[in-house]
């Protein structure tokens, strides 16, 4: 039993003042985590290693071998963001914690297996609803009290609302899943996730996507993230709709090619 590291990287400079100054980020996902130690101060990254969980191993032991990982380095602050398909947005307005319990019958089909976990994203005045898993809940607020918890969907919220362009499409790609989130002149069109099996299947959400939010595709910034690079088939088919991509660069001075692959992770709020 273990995790197989399929991506590693550590600073060769030498800790001077020790990690109280850095964060300790992690992405987690179903087949695996991310774990990062970095400094908002000077956009430094001292570690990042990318951990897939090899063989079918249940919530607590995939939990497990994350805090393995992670008890290795003592950070001043720690967060960790969870990705979740299960989302939806709601208005401020129309948002109370007494109504909270009528979203999950809603969002999925099994509602007794699920936390709701609600976040708000002021900019957009708006809260994001998603679900988690109801034992990866309880079990991630027993081991990890010090972690600061966030939903994927509400970092990329928080990213794409400080990219520049009157009309923003943010792309995701997390293996064979895509999230899209929409926005035009500061407010949110919509936010949504596809599984797709080839790149039909792809070009057919994100496209699709995008012309029914915002009417056509002239004057779209798309900005792309996660597992896509320049060179992918993915990224030349998007070439033949887009005029505009972008790979976000988060300012970080370290792994300059590929940020893309972790804004999400390297986010820190103020």
Known sequence: MGTVVSFQYKSDLPLSEGLSSHTTSVRLQENGFCIALHRASDKSIYLMEQHDFDGNYTIREKLAFLWETAKKWETGKACMTVCSRINSQVPA???????????????????????????????????????????????????????????????LLQLLSGWEGRA???????????????????????ANGFEFNNKNDFLYYS?????????????????????IEP????????????????????????????????????????
């Not at 595709?217 to 597992?227: A, K, M, N, P, S």
């Open 93 to 155: 307005a129309l948002h109370s914690e007494r109504n909270q319990d009528f979203y999950l019958p809603l969002l999925t089909e099994e509602p007794y297996n699920y936390q709701i976990f609600t976040e708000e994203v002021k900019l957009y005045g708006l809260w994001n609803i998603s679900g988690w898993n109801k034992n990866l809940y309880a079990q991630l607020r027993e081991q990890f009290p010090q972690y600061r918890l966030r939903s994927e969907m509400y970092v």
């Open 168 to 190: 923003k499409l943010l792309l995701f790609l997390e293996k064979n899943y895509l999230r899209l989130v929409a926005e035009k002149d500061g407010k949110l069109l919509g």
């Open 207 to 227: 496209v699709g996507f995008a012309q029914t939010l915002f009417g056509g595709l002239e004057g779209v910034e798309l900005y792309l993230t996660g597992d």
């Open 231 to 270: 060179s992918s088939l993915l990224y030349v088919s998007l070439q033949k709709y887009f005029t505009n991509i972008h790979f976000p660069d988060t300012g970080h001075t370290s792994l300059q090619h590929q940020l893309h692959r972790f804004c999400d992770l390297l986010y820190e709020e103020d």
